[in-house]
């Protein structure tokens, strides 16, 4: 692997030896999923890793407060402006008499400017496409990129690999760590295919007409992972495979027919690679996100007993199934989104967060999440070809259309479904 945006071949020049002590990072998304795990992970390990700032939406100031009491922050940043006073009234009451309180930011750009921060490495744990700009601030102001924010990737691939040089993003989401680990065993001219494993979700099995009445508290009950309710939706539809197949073939410059997608309900198997000889190299561990988080950051170097590991006195059973298309066609959809590029990816991915809205709010059926998308996705005319690929400018506002599209289509099949 030598011209991929992730290649674990490649050091990236901060990664070069230095002065010893803590690497400082900054926590993108810190009360999040990812952030609360990351922040579990700093805590185990003081002597290697020092966080200089966190960032949060703002719906859990008092969270936030406390991580950066426990972590000893210097700057913490907050996207809602009506939470800043909230926020720094949770710090005052968090410090002690005499503690410095760190300094406040606040906007839609604070987390930006926070990944633009002096320090080593940025971990981009928040959800959904607002993560695009952190993205690329920390890549432009040359920081280590942990990138769990696969959104960022998908809606701004050509933004970001413009911008990335090799060895600069260090993949974080439990699959794409697996492909970076298993990739080493071999050089980029030996893949012969990524195999990108997906828990099958909670439908597993099902047809498409037993999906009409999944409830969101159905979807919600995940078998394997304990998540957020957006990615939690995306995994009971898969779209959130698809979405990681787009970003396997930006992280690692490999064609989509060369991507496929295996159902692996224990979620033991996070992905593999198959070499042109015959070898499929696979890594595995329990459904635990504290590994790949302390991989993104601590790389090049393993942290310690970042995660839990087998028991391999106790008998286990590992599963795979081919992936059902007709049942979870958001996968094939991804391919073709993909394939087609330019704003196409944005487009797919806004619709689908819209959609995911309005299905946790009782008014689209399950099944129109993804009918609806490829709907939106369908009408979207894209960039002229031979075009100098999408700006900023233009993903925001592919993104704008396609959620204001999606919405007025979700509310027309959300009536039709209750007629």
Sequence with gaps: MTDSLAD???????????????????????????GTQAVDVVLSNPDRFRVTGLSANGGRVELLAGQAHRLQVRTVAVAREDKAVELRQALRAEYGVGEPVPEVLAGPDAASELAASDCHTVLNGITGSI????????????????????????????????????????????????????LMGGTRREVRKLLVTASGGPFRGRTRAELAEVTPQDALAHPTWDMGPVITV????????????????LLYDIPFERIE?????????H??????DGSTLAQCGPPDMRLPIALGIGWPERVPDSGPVFDWTKAMTWEFFPLDEEAFPSVPLARHVGALGGTAPAVYNAANEECVDAFLAGRL?????????????????????????????????AEGWARARARELAARAGVEARA
Excluded at 14 to 34: N, W
Excluded at 234 to 249: D, Q, Y
Excluded at 365 to 391: K, L, M, Y
Aim: proline content about 10%.
């Design 234 to 249: 995306n995994s009971a539809t898969l779209v959130n495979k698809g979405l990681e197949v787009i970003e396997a073939h």
């Design 8 to 34: 674990p071949h490649t050091r990236y020049p901060a990664d070069a030896p230095g002065p010893g002590g803590p690497r400082d990072i900054v926590i993108l998304g810190s009360t999040g999923s990812i």
């Design 131 to 182: 993560g695009l700009a952190p993205t690329l601030a920390a890549l432009r102001a040359g920081r280590v990129l942990a990138l769990a924010n696969k959104e960022s990737l998908i809606v701004g691939g050509p933004l970001v690999k413009a911008l990335a040089a090799p060895g600069q993003i260090i993949p974080v989401d439990s699959e794409h760590s697996a492909l970076f680990q298993a």
């Design 365 to 397: 059926p399950f099944t129109g999440i993804v009918d609806t998308v490829s709907a939106v996705v369908g009408e979207h005319t894209g960039e002229p070809p031979g075009g100098t690929g999408p700006t900023l400018t233009d993903v925001l506002e």
């Design 261 to 269: 997608v295996v159902v692996h309900p224990q979620s033991y198997i």
């Design 271 to 276: 992905s593999m690679v198959e070499f042109t």
